[in-house]
């Protein structure tokens, strides 16, 4: 048997050692300040992944849901991504005729930005309708050329960013985060499922596996009127939106995907708003596992569109929920990209 030298030896360990020890040092949170949701994030991290610990969870166990819009992605400029994409889809798409209950729910969308005129009683489902109908008939492949050449826009009531830019630099810190400590992220949003995979598998590095959302019914170009049951997908098919509403992805429809979807019960949930609270609630109730909760508040009105005093009301909510509470305003050092600035609101095309 041959000797080992002295590198194998001696020196090789004590550069292992050096690498593990400048992993550990790694300050993942450059963008955020010293704050208690941040201490109760890490905390429960070096907590959950100690093997030694009574509440250490094993890697294929460590699942984290985020909602999308008003949690890592710009929801207040001054309204959803999708709201904004239908109103463009529905008054300036020069090469889309929408019929007429199409462009009222995009001019409902413009009213209520630029007007202040409150959205229709039901809005969501409005919403909802309106926009599979808008992109009945797209490929899956033309919605998402289609969303990538929208999301290169740049974004109304900000300077220095696009509509694909518009993430909160401290919540991709947090996926960056849990990603080097073996969690498996799940986006769970509202929107629609293949808007959230064109503005986040690349951004975030997430496989389509792991984004769930709003879903339309789809199906073969071919297809006609014919039944899934009743039709082979041929050679020659391709896979169609269709302007059938499956499901609106908010409240227990989050918990039903995720039971569907995912299969496990997840240990952290991050959210903005009542419509995560159910996902945040499955998350905490009778787990396994210890488990925690976070609600973003968007109380930044200098940096952002926020609303200081709808973020106190919530804040109030959501800690009586037992959640923890992530200020915009208190927590971010800074919350888009460098270069991205709040300017007056210019209704650009």
């Known amino acids: 048997m041959k000797k080992k030298s002295l590198l194998t030896l001696f020196v090789l360990p004590l550069i292992l050692c050096s690498c593990e020890a400048k992993r550990e040092e790694v300050n993942y949170f450059k963008s955020r300040n010293d704050c208690k949701a941040l201490k109760t994030l890490t905390s429960y991290i070096e907590d959950v992944t100690n ?8 890697t294929e166990d460590r699942i984290a849901t985020f909602d999308m819009d008003g949690t890592f992605y710009g929801e207040l400029y001054p309204t959803y991504l999708e709201y904004w994409l239908l109103r463009y889809r529905g008054l300036e798409d020069k090469n889309y005729e929408a019929p007429d209950d199409v462009k009222e729910a995009a001019q409902n969308i413009d009213d209520f930005v630029k007007l202040g005129t409150p959205l229709p009683s039901g809005f969501e489902m409005i919403h909802a309708r309106a926009q599979a109908k808008a992109f009945a008939g797209l490929s899956l492949k033309q919605f998402d050329a289609y969303m990538k050449k929208f999301l290169n826009k740049p974004v ?7 509509y694909g830019e518009s993430f909160y630099i401290p919540m991709l810190e947090v996926f960056d985060y849990l990603k080097a400590n073996d969690f498996k992220c799940y986006v769970v949003s509202g929107s629609d499922r293949y808007i959230c995979r064109s503005l986040v598998c690349d951004a975030l590095s ?41 499901i609106k992805n908010l409240k227990m429809n989050k918990v039903m995907n995720i039971v569907q979807e995912i299969g496990k019960q997840p ?14 609630n499955y998350a905490l109730k009778d787990n396994e596992y210890r488990a925690e909760a976070f609600m973003l508040i968007a109380n930044d009105e200098e940096r952002d569109y926020g609303n200081v005093t709808k973020a106190n009301t919530l804040r109030e909510t959501w800690e009586a929920s037992n959640y923890n509470v992530i200020s915009m305003k208190d927590d971010f050092a800074t919350i888009y990209k460098i270069g991205a600035k ?3 609101f210019s209704w650009a095309n």
Not at 51 to 56: M, V, W, Y
Request: proline share 3%.
């Open 156 to 162: 109304d009531g900000f300077s220095g960013m696009t």
């Open 206 to 246: 997430l496989t389509p596996d792991r984004v769930i959302g709003m879903d339309v019914e789809l199906k073969a170009r071919n297809q006609g009127e014919t039944e899934n049951l009743n039709y082979t997908f041929s050679l020659t098919d391709e896979v169609v939106r269709t302007e059938n509403v499956m």
């Open 51 to 58: 093997k030694n610990s009574a509440n250490f969870i094993p």
């Open 342 to 344: 709040k300017t007056s």
């Open 267 to 280: 240990v952290l949930s991050f959210g903005n708003s009542g419509g995560d609270a159910a996902m945040h």
